[in-house]
C-alpha cells in the first residue's frame, strides 16, 4: 500500500515529463505569468542518443524569445546539407541554404543541453518550478475531470492539484495510460542500432546515409565523433547480435568504407544500444483537465529527425492556446481540443512523409531486394528542379506547419538566467512541498 501524503501544492499547470515539450511548455506559460510545475523522473538529462537535432524551425521560435543568440552560444555543430544514398547507390542532396531563415541549418546540440538551456531560462520567471527525481505514477480523477497527479520521490508519495495537467511523458507516457486515451499504433518496419565512432576534424560536417543489398546506416556529425544509426528489421536485434560483433565490424566497414579502419572501436555489445522503433498516435488527445503533447500524444519515426521540432511545436500552439483561459481559472475541453484541431493534420502528414520514405529508403534494403533504378533517377532529377528541390528541405527545416510564439511575456524575469544546469545534472534541483501554498 502507497501512503501519499497531502501535500499542499496547486499551481496552474502541472506538466509531467521534462523533456523538449515539457521544458517548453513550462516556459512559456511561466513567462504568461502562470504557475507551473515540472516533473522529471530522472536525476539529470544525460541520457545518450537522444534527439538533438535543433532545425531551424525550433531556432525561429527561439529567437522569437530573444534566446537564438545566447542559445547558439553552446558548443554545437551546424549542418547545411544532408546526403543521401539510395539503395540503388545514387547520392541525393538536400540542402538548406537556399531556404528564407536566418538559420539555414541544423544545429547539433545534445539533449541535455538544450534542456539545460530552456530551464535555466524558465527558472528566471517566479512561476516556473521543476522537481527532479520525480515518478508520475497516476492521475488525480475526480468526477470524471483530472485534477493532477500523484508522484513518486526518495520520500515517499505525493501529489498535486492543478488546474490542467499535461503529459509530456514520452512515448510510454503514464499520463496518457492513465488518462484511458486511445493509442492508433503502426508498425514501422525498422529498428535502429546506435554506436559511436571517432570523427577526425578534416572530415565534413554533414548528416549521410548510406545503404546497400540488406544493410543501411545514418551518419550524424557530433563534432568528436560519428552518431552512427544502424538500421535493422523489425526485430532482429538478438539476430545481429547473435551473429558476432567480428561480423558485425565487417558490415559496417563495407557500407562505411570511410570509416572501416575505426570499426575496431566497437569492443562490445555495451557500445551498442537498441532504439525500437515505433509510430502511433492518440485518437483524442485530451480528456477534461489533462492534455498530452509530444510523444505522449504520437511518437514519432526518427526518419528526417524531426521529433524534437515536432514535440516544441506542440507545446508553442499548446501555450499559445491555454495560456490565457489558465489565467481565468477555466479550462474546457474545447480549448484542450482546439490544440489537438491546430497540431494534428501536421502530425499526421509529418506521420506520412515518413512511411513513404521509410518505403523508398528501407524496404528494399531490409529485405535486400535491389530496388529498380529508374524511379530513383526520376526522384534525383525532380529534386534538381528549384522549387521541388527545396520541398524535402523545407520538410526537414520547418514541418509540415510552423507555429510562432503568440503567448505573452507578462511575468518579468531576473537579469541572468540561474543555476539550475548544475543543480540539475547533480539530482539536487527540488522544490519544498509549500512553493506554490
Given at each position: 500500500?502507497?501512503?501519499?501524503?497531502?501535500?499542499?501544492?496547486r499551481?496552474?499547470?502541472?506538466?509531467?515529463?521534462?523533456?523538449?515539450?515539457?521544458?517548453?511548455?513550462?516556459?512559456?506559460?511561466?513567462?504568461?505569468?502562470?504557475?507551473?510545475?515540472?516533473?522529471?523522473?530522472?536525476?539529470?538529462?544525460?541520457?545518450?542518443?537522444?534527439?538533438?537535432?535543433?532545425?531551424?524551425?525550433?531556432?525561429?521560435?527561439?529567437?522569437?524569445?530573444?534566446?537564438?543568440?545566447?542559445?547558439?552560444?553552446?558548443?554545437?555543430?551546424?549542418?547545411?546539407?544532408?546526403?543521401?544514398?539510395?539503395?540503388?547507390g545514387?547520392?541525393?542532396?538536400?540542402?538548406?541554404?537556399g531556404?528564407?531563415?536566418?538559420?539555414?541549418?541544423?544545429?547539433?546540440?545534445?539533449?541535455?543541453?538544450?534542456?539545460?538551456?530552456?530551464?535555466?531560462?524558465?527558472?528566471?520567471?517566479?512561476?516556473?518550478?521543476?522537481?527532479?527525481?520525480?515518478?508520475?505514477?497516476?492521475?488525480?480523477?475526480?468526477?470524471?475531470?483530472?485534477?493532477?497527479?500523484?508522484?513518486?520521490?526518495?520520500?515517499?508519495?505525493?501529489?498535486?492539484?492543478?488546474?490542467?495537467?499535461?503529459?509530456?511523458?514520452?512515448r510510454?507516457?503514464?499520463?496518457?495510460?492513465?488518462?484511458?486515451?486511445?493509442?492508433?499504433?503502426?508498425?514501422?518496419?525498422?529498428?535502429?542500432?546506435?554506436?559511436?565512432?571517432?570523427r577526425?576534424?578534416?572530415?565534413?560536417?554533414?548528416?549521410?546515409?548510406?545503404?546497400?543489398?540488406?544493410?543501411?546506416?545514418?551518419?550524424?556529425?557530433?563534432?568528436?565523433?560519428?552518431?552512427?544509426?544502424?538500421?535493422i528489421?523489425?526485430?532482429?536485434a538478438?539476430?545481429?547480435?547473435?551473429?558476432?560483433?567480428?561480423?558485425?565490424?565487417?558490415?559496417?566497414?563495407?557500407?562505411?568504407?570511410?570509416?572501416?579502419d575505426?570499426?575496431?572501436e566497437?569492443?562490445?555489445?555495451e557500445?551498442v544500444?537498441?532504439?525500437?522503433?515505433?509510430?502511433?498516435?492518440?485518437?483524442?488527445?485530451?480528456?477534461?483537465?489533462?492534455?498530452?503533447?509530444?510523444?505522449?500524444?504520437?511518437?514519432?519515426?526518427?526518419?528526417?529527425?524531426?521529433?524534437?521540432?515536432?514535440?516544441?511545436?506542440?507545446?508553442?500552439?499548446?501555450?499559445?492556446?491555454?495560456?490565457?483561459?489558465l489565467?481565468?481559472?477555466?479550462?474546457?475541453?474545447?480549448?484542450?481540443?482546439?490544440?489537438?484541431?491546430?497540431?494534428?493534420?501536421?502530425?499526421r502528414?509529418?506521420?506520412?512523409?515518413?512511411?513513404?520514405i521509410?518505403?523508398?529508403?528501407?524496404?528494399?534494403?531490409?529485405?535486400?531486394?535491389?530496388?529498380?533504378?529508374?524511379?530513383?533517377?526520376?526522384?534525383?532529377?525532380?529534386?534538381?528542379?528549384?522549387?521541388?528541390?527545396?520541398?524535402?528541405?523545407?520538410?526537414?527545416?520547418?514541418?509540415?506547419?510552423r507555429?510562432?510564439?503568440?503567448?505573452?511575456?507578462?511575468?518579468?524575469?531576473?537579469?541572468?538566467?540561474?543555476?539550475?544546469r548544475?543543480?540539475?545534472?547533480?539530482?539536487?534541483?527540488?522544490?519544498?512541498?509549500?512553493?506554490?501554498a
Amino acid at each position: 500500500m502507497i501512503v501519499v501524503a497531502e501535500d499542499d501544492i496547486r499551481v496552474d499547470c502541472c506538466i509531467a515529463g521534462c523533456g523538449p515539450a515539457g521544458a517548453m511548455l513550462g516556459l512559456l506559460l511561466a513567462r504568461a505569468g502562470l504557475k507551473v510545475l515540472v516533473l522529471e523522473k530522472h536525476g539529470d538529462f544525460l541520457r545518450d542518443f537522444r534527439g538533438d537535432t535543433i532545425h531551424p524551425s525550433t531556432l525561429e521560435i527561439l529567437d522569437e524569445l530573444d534566446l537564438a543568440e545566447r542559445f547558439l552560444q553552446l558548443p554545437h555543430s551546424e549542418v547545411s546539407f544532408l546526403t543521401a544514398r539510395t539503395p540503388a547507390g545514387l547520392d541525393i542532396d538536400f540542402s538548406f541554404r537556399g531556404l528564407k531563415t536566418r538559420f539555414p541549418f541544423i544545429a547539433f546540440v545534445p539533449q541535455w543541453d538544450f534542456l539545460d538551456f530552456i530551464t535555466d531560462e524558465a527558472a528566471r520567471y517566479p512561476g516556473f518550478q521543476l522537481k527532479m527525481n520525480a515518478e508520475v505514477v497516476d492521475l488525480i480523477q475526480e468526477g470524471g475531470v483530472v485534477r493532477g497527479l500523484t508522484y513518486r520521490d526518495g520520500t515517499g508519495a505525493h501529489k498535486i492539484r492543478a488546474r490542467l495537467t499535461v503529459g509530456a511523458d514520452g512515448r510510454s507516457s503514464r499520463t496518457r495510460e492513465a488518462a484511458g486515451l486511445r493509442v492508433i499504433a503502426t508498425s514501422p518496419p525498422m529498428d535502429v542500432l546506435w554506436f559511436r565512432l571517432s570523427r577526425r576534424p578534416e572530415e565534413p560536417e554533414t548528416i549521410a546515409m548510406r545503404s546497400g543489398p540488406g544493410k543501411a546506416a545514418i551518419l550524424i556529425d557530433r563534432r568528436d565523433y560519428w552518431q552512427i544509426g544502424y538500421i535493422i528489421p523489425k526485430g532482429d536485434a538478438e539476430k545481429v547480435r547473435a551473429a558476432g560483433l567480428a561480423p558485425f565490424r565487417r558490415t559496417l566497414a563495407e557500407l562505411i568504407p570511410d570509416l572501416a579502419d575505426r570499426v575496431d572501436e566497437l569492443q562490445e555489445w555495451e557500445q551498442v544500444k537498441l532504439l525500437t522503433v515505433r509510430s502511433d498516435r492518440l485518437a483524442r488527445w485530451y480528456t477534461r483537465g489533462y492534455l498530452a503533447i509530444g510523444d505522449a500524444a504520437h511518437a514519432m519515426s526518427p526518419v528526417a529527425g524531426v521529433g524534437i521540432n515536432i514535440a516544441i511545436q506542440d507545446a508553442v500552439v499548446a501555450a499559445n492556446v491555454l495560456w490565457e483561459p489558465l489565467r481565468r481559472g477555466r479550462i474546457s475541453t474545447r480549448d484542450l481540443a482546439q490544440v489537438q484541431h491546430q497540431r494534428e493534420l501536421s502530425v499526421r502528414l509529418t506521420q506520412a512523409v515518413q512511411a513513404v520514405i521509410q518505403q523508398m529508403f528501407f524496404k528494399a534494403v531490409l529485405t535486400s531486394v535491389k530496388p529498380p533504378l529508374l524511379p530513383q533517377k526520376v526522384l534525383r532529377a525532380l529534386l534538381g528542379v528549384p522549387v521541388v528541390g527545396d520541398l524535402p528541405a523545407r520538410f526537414v527545416a520547418f514541418g509540415i506547419c510552423r507555429p510562432h510564439v503568440a503567448s505573452p511575456a507578462l511575468a518579468e524575469p531576473a537579469a541572468q538566467p540561474g543555476t539550475a544546469r548544475n543543480a540539475a545534472r547533480n539530482g539536487t534541483r527540488r522544490i519544498a512541498p509549500s512553493s506554490f501554498a
